[in-house]
């Protein structure tokens, strides 16, 4: 094909796919099967390849992601990003009307009202119908650029359709939200890998959005809907309902769930009813947003300081249910967490019948005074667990004690500690409820480094009793890994061989590998090269380790819990017994003083000669430190391909800047005169 026909054929791809997508998306009436529609991306993608040259910003395939950033940047709005006052009773929905129609003098007003989505808040910038820019709603006037992570959520158009009227500027306001059942399945994929469940998906959401790795966002199922042009080079339309029709033409997603009112009686009606089939939507709505119809008038009434003067949130009623408490558990999560759950007598809330409801921690439970055989309301606004609201005095009633988290584990008998408002079971390598985290924990990359220990293999050996501690690991026979799933002979020898491998180990490796809490990759270095030897962190008092300058009192309290603890000694006696050797650190005081010693590096852009994991390695070998961003203090900033930045950041500040080479030049001078 000539490059004419090339591109001619791109456009046409792009602009079919795009259209399917308007259909999918924004219509909910799709035209093709998934299958089609793949056939059509993976079309384009080849086609793509084969001429990157011609790889557009606005095109389909463009939603993957881009590299993480190290920050969100802040962005002010081209309008005030503005709140709005929220109402529950009837009759406050009724004196607002009558405001209105006094301070417009005018005797009928029409009101378009739309749901209200409990999502995260987003101005979306356009020129000449493509999507330039993102930002979050901030603090209303100030918002974090998040660009790079809206272009990933499938449901927001990175180019507008043609159609007339396309203004070459457009910036409009959207609502980023995640769907109940993608909610749900999110969680359970999180809860699956030990990590603590979202809240409810407006946290989801949020968390989602202003990641700083967009391939994280990409992996997120979130929607965007549109609600409302803030500015625009061309005359707007003359209600917000022909702004809402505007925007549906030009292919942006918006709320297919609205009604034009010509009273305040049939707002109240569509408010009653959508609230009636509130646990029947795909999506979390809390409310129903009510807005003047007409724009004229809504320049009339202008603004307050925080909230415009012609709309309001009408808000839902609570979900609130009453019912009895008939004991209080205490849950153990994969990370060691002691969580209290009340289980209760059945109630329905929200069409979903309940029977147990978090108590978050054992502040919550003592600010609200639950106990045994109390009588509670009961709300469920979108949590994976319903939450306790508050107890119901009851006259008369003898209420049993309060309530008292426990001493020692309720899974594994373990010591539990106490970290802030919150209590965790100190026996992290040797309880049930934590065990499979421990063992991926302990074989990952940072740690031991056992290859082929998955979560698959690893769930497998605990379900069937094969480990029941790390030290465990180091008994399995070949007999004992073909009894697995997907195990033959070559791939238990293959694992033998890697368990094998690991029993020599570094300090710092093997005190990450541990997974005490607050130790991580970095602090499990600062103790290797503080103390040497792992029988001297282990006998180290709360005293000698505050004396470290990185530790505080949590995460000595945290040592001293973990290593205080006989099971968690023993484990570590077996492992040692079972031919583990820890390979003893540099301490301060054995190592040759180097002249980086106490230098802070920061390294930006791409490097050829090393990871950034072996730089890192470099460097604290000598003495020094890494830091991720540049300040007055930074020794060096080590520039590679491509600087981002932080190239800008040392030349302002007058920070020494070296490149890759220079950097090797150094490291290995210094390492000669250590030799």
């Not at 910003?57 to 969100?72: K, M, N």
């Not at 129609?101 to 987003?122: C, H, M, N, W």
């Not at 007999?479 to 997907?486: A, H, I, M, Q």
Request: proline residues 5%.
């Amino acid at each position: 094909m000539t490059h004419a026909e090339i591109l001619a054929k791109l456009t046409a791809l792009k602009d079919e796919i795009r259209r399917h997508d308007n259909l999918y998306y924004a219509k909910d009436r799709p035209e093709i099967s998934d299958t089609e529609y793949d056939h059509l991306f993976r079309e384009l993608i080849d086609l793509e390849r084969q001429h990157p040259e011609l790889i557009t910003p606005d095109s389909p395939t463009q939603r993957v992601g881009a590299p993480p950033l190290e920050s969100l940047t802040k962005i002010p709005h081209e309008q005030p990003m503005l709140s709005l006052d929220s109402i529950v009773e009837p009759g406050e929905v009724q004196a607002f009307d009558q405001r209105m129609k006094r301070e417009l003098e005018t005797q009928s007003i029409e009101y378009s009202a739309e749901p209200k989505f409990d999502g995260l808040s987003v101005e979306l910038v356009y020129d000449h119908g493509v999507f330039t820019r993102g930002a979050t709603r901030g603090d209303g006037t100030t918002g974090e650029d998040v660009t790079v992570n809206l272009r990933t959520i499938r449901s927001l158009p990175l180019q507008l359709q043609a159609r007339s009227g396309l203004p070459d500027h457009l910036v409009v306001r959207g609502e980023v939200y995640m769907p109940l059942d993608d909610f749900q399945a999110l969680n359970r994929r999180i809860t699956e890998r030990g990590d603590d469940a979202f809240a409810n998906p407006r946290n989801a959401a949020s968390g989602s959005l202003r990641q700083l790795d967009s391939t994280i966002t990409a992996t997120r199922p979130l929607v965007v809907t549109c609600y409302e042009i803030m500015a625009q080079s061309t005359q707007p339309p003359p209600t917000h309902w022909d702004e809402l029709d505007r925007m549906a033409q030009w292919g942006l997603p918006v709320p297919d769930r609205r009604k034009l009112c010509s009273s305040i009686d049939e707002v109240t009606a569509f408010h009653r009813e959508t609230e009636s089939i509130r646990d029947e939507l795909p999506y979390e709505i809390d409310g129903v947003v009510v807005k003047i119809n007409r724009r004229d008038w809504q320049d009339c009434l202008g603004m307050k300081s925080r909230s415009p003067r012609w709309a309001i949130a009408y808000k839902f009623t609570p979900r609130k249910e009453i019912t009895v408490v008939q004991d209080i558990a205490v849950s153990v999560g994969r990370t060691g967490t002691l969580t209290p759950v009340a289980l209760l007598k059945p109630v329905e809330v929200g069409g979903v019948t309940i029977s147990r409801a978090t108590l978050h921690n054992a502040d919550e439970v003592a600010r609200k005074d639950i106990r045994i055989g109390d009588t509670v309301k009961v709300e469920r606004a979108g949590d994976v667990i319903p939450a306790i609201a508050e107890r119901v005095p009851i006259p008369g009633e003898q209420r049993k004690a309060p309530f008292c988290m426990p001493d020692h584990c309720p899974i594994c008998g373990s010591n539990v500690a106490r970290e802030g408002a919150y209590f965790y079971c100190t026996g992290q390598s040797v309880c049930g409820a934590q065990l499979k985290g421990a063992i991926e924990h302990f074989s990952s990359k940072h740690a031991l480094n056992i290859e082929g220990l998955g979560k698959k293999t690893v769930a497998q050996l605990v379900d069937e009793g094969l480990v029941r501690s790390l030290a465990d690991l180091y008994r399995l026979t070949k007999e004992n890994l073909l009894t697995l799933d997907g195990f033959a002979d070559r791939s238990a020898t293959l694992l033998l061989q890697s368990i094998e491998g690991s029993k020599t180990v570094s300090l710092d490796r093997f005190l990450m590998g541990l997974g005490i809490r607050q130790v991580g990759q970095h602090i499990a270095k600062v103790l290797a090269r503080e103390f040497g030897s792992l029988d001297e962190i282990l006998t180290a008092d709360r005293e000698r380790l505050q004396q470290i300058r990185e530790i505080g009192p949590e995460i000595s309290d945290s040592l001293v819990a973990y290593c205080s603890e006989p099971r968690n000694q023993e484990v570590i006696a077996q492992l040692q017994r079972l031919g583990v050797q820890v390979a003893p650190g540099l301490a301060t005081g054995d190592r040759k003083t180097s002249s980086l010693a106490g230098k802070t590096f920061v390294f930006t852009g791409g490097l050829d000669r090393f990871t950034r994991d072996q730089a890192q390695s470099a460097v604290e070998a000598m003495g020094a430190r890494v830091s991720s961003s540049v300040s007055k203090k930074t020794s060096y900033v080590v520039a590679g391909r491509d600087p981002g930045s932080k190239l800008e950041q040392a030349k302002t500040l007058g920070v020494t800047i070296l490149t890759e080479q220079e950097f090797a030049s150094l490291i290995e001078e210094e390492g000669k005169e250590l030799s």
